[in-house]
């Protein structure tokens, strides 16, 4: 069964270093979201792509988060510097042209802890 | 803006029924649900579309009231599997999927 994948799943780093993170959606899917999601919450959507074009960034953090779909295939979130606040779980969602009603399916996530 | 999600938390016995609310603010065109259990990622359980057409899965039932923008999971004769975490999501005219934050079902043997 077609798998989103992440890596890494854990990351453990210092505040004001940077770290990034990185999704393989589901071949064929079109649409890629960054969702964090902070323990006891619910995900929270960062970055949305459509291909390789952002649909939707406007929860990204830019001064400090960036992501890219360079050839609408896999892509990379990146933190810099990253603060004790970034601390989340970071899933990786893909699913078929967003029309509101293609179920997203979840990457196993990278845990990040920022000391 | 967030779907309100109800209750924040519930404990059963294996066999009970259980019903979880959401409800937004805003106009909404789709309501998804997710269950996730502890420290795995969310799972696609139901989408219920505005006009009425659902999709999803075989056992879990679920209702969109469009008019009252309110949304209703239910689990009937709950097996010990049913445990997590679950998430509805709501999808208005933004496009964009905004998550409730969670109700806890716990299903004791």
């Known amino acids: 069964e077609a798998e989103v994948a992440q890596s890494p799943r854990y990351k453990i780093t210092e505040k004001s270093q940077a770290v990034a993170f990185w999704c393989d959606p589901i071949?064929?899917?079109?649409?890629l979201y960054w969702y964090r999601q902070i323990l006891g919450q619910g995900p929270e959507l960062l970055v949305q792509?459509?291909?390789?074009?952002?649909?939707?960034d406007s929860q990204l953090p830019k001064d400090r988060f960036s992501a890219e779909r360079l050839k609408g295939v896999d892509s990379t979130l990146k933190i810099q510097p990253a603060e004790l606040g970034d601390s989340a779980m970071y899933l990786c969602?893909?699913?078929?042209?967003?029309?509101?009603?293609?179920?997203?399916?979840f990457g196993p996530g990278t845990r990040l802890t920022v000391l | 803006q967030q779907p309100v999600q109800s209750p924040q938390a519930v404990i059963l016995r294996e066999g009970e029924d259980a019903v979880i609310n959401c409800s937004s603010s805003?106009?909404?065109?789709?309501v998804h649900w997710y269950r996730q259990k502890h420290g795995e990622a969310p799972v696609f359980l139901m989408i219920?579309?505005?006009?009425?057409e659902q999709k999803g899965h075989e056992k879990i039932s679920a209702s969109f009231n469009e008019k009252k923008q309110q949304s209703s999971l239910y689990l009937t004769a709950s097996q010990l599997s049913y445990s997590g975490t679950y998430f509805c999501?709501?999808?208005?005219?933004?496009?964009?999927?905004?998550f409730g934050s969670g109700t806890q079902l716990t299903v004791l043997p």
């Open positions: 071949s064929g899917h079109a649409t």
């Open positions: 219920l579309l505005k006009g009425g």
């Open positions: 805003k106009a909404l065109y789709s």
């Open positions: 969602a893909s699913s078929l042209p967003d029309r509101g009603y293609n179920e997203q399916f």
């Open positions: 792509f459509q291909d390789e074009s952002v649909v939707d």
């Open positions: 999501g709501t999808i208005g005219a933004a496009r964009q999927l905004t």
